[in-house]
């Protein structure tokens, strides 16, 4: 599974082990337990990446190989792409943009993803220092 979370300083992704239901019923005890909602939607979501050559190489190999979960991915912009994903939106608030997203992509495609991830967030990191 893929977790993807968005919050006020950003988009973070994170691969876990476990599948959607199971972790969701966990969330839904926890939320009950603390007397708190939780507002769950099935839906899609989208990772913004640049449009280089390798990113879109890789990206395309992935949809290519059949082991990988179905993923697509579409230009945004002249200079990014978004891989777009399946999958279901939790949060603690209704119309919320704060949340964590869950796709269930087999673990190859979503550690492959959170490392194109990772190299784009730590090559731009770099440029900005």
């Known amino acids: 599974m893929l977790k993807v979370i968005y919050s006020e300083t950003g988009q973070y992704l ?3 082990c476990s599948a959607i239901a199971p972790w ?3 969330q839904y ?3 009950a337990y603390m007397g708190h909602d939780l507002f769950v ?3 899609t979501a989208t990772v913004l ?3 280089n050559d390798d990113v879109i190489a890789e990206l395309d190999r992935m949809i290519l190989h059949p082991t990988c979960s179905p993923i697509d991915w579409a230009y945004a912009e002249i200079d990014t792409v978004e891989v777009v994903l399946s999958g279901v939106w939790i949060s603690p608030w ?3 943009h ?3 997203f869950l796709s269930d992509v087999d673990d190859s495609t979503a550690l492959k993803l959170i490392q194109i991830w990772a190299d784009v967030a730590r090559h731009t990191s ?3 220092r």
Do not use: D, F, V, W
Request: one cysteine or more.
């Open 98 to 100: 704060e949340g964590t």
């Open 94 to 96: 209704a119309h919320s």
């Open 126 to 128: 770099a440029i900005s």
């Open 29 to 31: 005890q926890l939320a």
């Open 41 to 43: 939607e099935e839906c």
């Open 14 to 16: 994170e691969h876990s």
């Open 24 to 26: 969701l019923m966990k």
């Open 49 to 51: 990446l640049p449009a």
